[in-house]
């Protein structure tokens, strides 16, 4: 046989054989080291990405079945937080945010998969709604603002007029409506208001035309109607 092809051949199965110990590797304590991907069982790539002393470290790319980008996370602080950028099939951002200890964790993002405009805007602790949550009108200006705290709905709950002018304004304690609530027309003004007690219409709700006449009064108790005039 020809040397020089011999040598060719040997080559190649030195190159091949060290393509396939650069990736996948476990070190001698069986932890991942370095260049790893995953596959399923048609032969998908589901991820790449690098490993330290078998801890996920850096950036890690997920794809769908056809193979295009899924998301991006950058992992940091041993591999406990994660932020995370993601993408529809179509190439446009739908979501990014952080993971801490692999829950949603401080701000997230939403955004439509059709023109890439922002649709909401949620605060997380630890997979937990916790903080200020919007969601946008097309134009960018908020529909309506809600507050959370350790899941439930709690403190300001403002709805808007996409021009920016408010259209509701109330409040929640403990996951339910409490105090006063007031609406009102495009022009700012009032359309209604009244109160809520644990949940429940309380008191006196008054009805108003956009000239400022009252239509109508309802009295409430424990959200039952007593008396309307």
Same mark, same amino acid.
């Given at each position: 046989?020809?040397? #020089?092809?011999?040598?060719?051949? $040997? $080559?190649?199965?030195?190159?091949?054989?060290?393509? !396939?110990?650069?990736?996948?590797?476990?070190?001698?304590?069986? %932890?991942?080291?370095?260049?790893?991907?995953?596959?399923? =069982? &048609?032969?998908?790539?589901?991820?790449?990405?690098?490993?330290?002393?078998?801890?996920?470290?850096?950036?890690? %790319?997920?794809?769908?079945? &056809?193979?295009? #980008?899924?998301? @991006?996370?950058? #992992?940091?602080? &041993?591999?406990? +937080?994660?932020?995370? /950028?993601?993408?529809?099939?179509?190439?446009?951002? @739908?979501?990014?945010?952080?993971?801490?200890?692999?829950?949603?964790?401080? +701000?997230?993002?939403?955004?439509?998969?059709?023109?890439?405009? #922002?649709?909401?805007?949620?605060?997380?602790? $630890?997979?937990?709604? &916790?903080?200020?949550?919007?969601?946008?009108?097309?134009?960018?200006?908020?529909?309506?603002?809600?507050?959370?705290?350790?899941?439930?709905?709690?403190?300001? *709950? @403002? !709805?808007?007029?996409?021009?920016?002018?408010?259209?509701?304004?109330?409040?929640?304690?403990?996951?339910? =409506?409490?105090?006063?609530?007031?609406?009102?027309?495009?022009?700012?003004?009032?359309?209604?208001?009244?109160?809520?007690?644990?949940?429940?219409?309380?008191?006196? *709700? +008054?009805?108003?035309?956009?000239?400022?006449? /009252? +239509?109508?009064?309802?009295?409430?108790?424990?959200?039952? $109607?007593?008396?309307?005039?």
């Amino acid at each position: 046989m020809n040397r #020089l092809f011999l040598v060719f051949i $040997l $080559l190649g199965m030195s190159f091949r054989a060290f393509s !396939q110990d650069s990736v996948n590797r476990n070190d001698a304590m069986g %932890r991942k080291q370095g260049k790893w991907m995953k596959v399923d =069982k &048609d032969g998908h790539k589901l991820y790449d990405g690098q490993f330290k002393d078998g801890i996920p470290d850096g950036e890690f %790319r997920y794809y769908y079945a &056809d193979g295009k #980008l899924k998301a @991006i996370s950058v #992992l940091s602080d &041993d591999g406990k +937080t994660a932020r995370t /950028v993601s993408y529809a099939s179509n190439g446009r951002k @739908i979501a990014e945010g952080n993971y801490r200890n692999e829950k949603k964790d401080s +701000t997230w993002k939403y955004y439509s998969d059709y023109d890439g405009t #922002l649709l909401s805007e949620e605060s997380y602790a $630890l997979n937990v709604k &916790d903080g200020a949550s919007k969601t946008f009108y097309s134009n960018g200006n908020i529909t309506e603002l809600m507050h959370y705290r350790d899941g439930k709905k709690e403190g300001e *709950w @403002i !709805q808007y007029f996409d021009d920016g002018k408010v259209k509701f304004r109330g409040a929640f304690a403990n996951d339910e =409506k409490e105090g006063p609530f007031t609406g009102y027309y495009p022009g700012g003004k009032i359309s209604f208001s009244g109160a809520y007690k644990a949940g429940h219409m309380d008191g006196t *709700w +008054t009805f108003y035309e956009e000239n400022g006449e /009252v +239509t109508r009064t309802e009295k409430y108790s424990g959200g039952a $109607l007593i008396k309307e005039k």
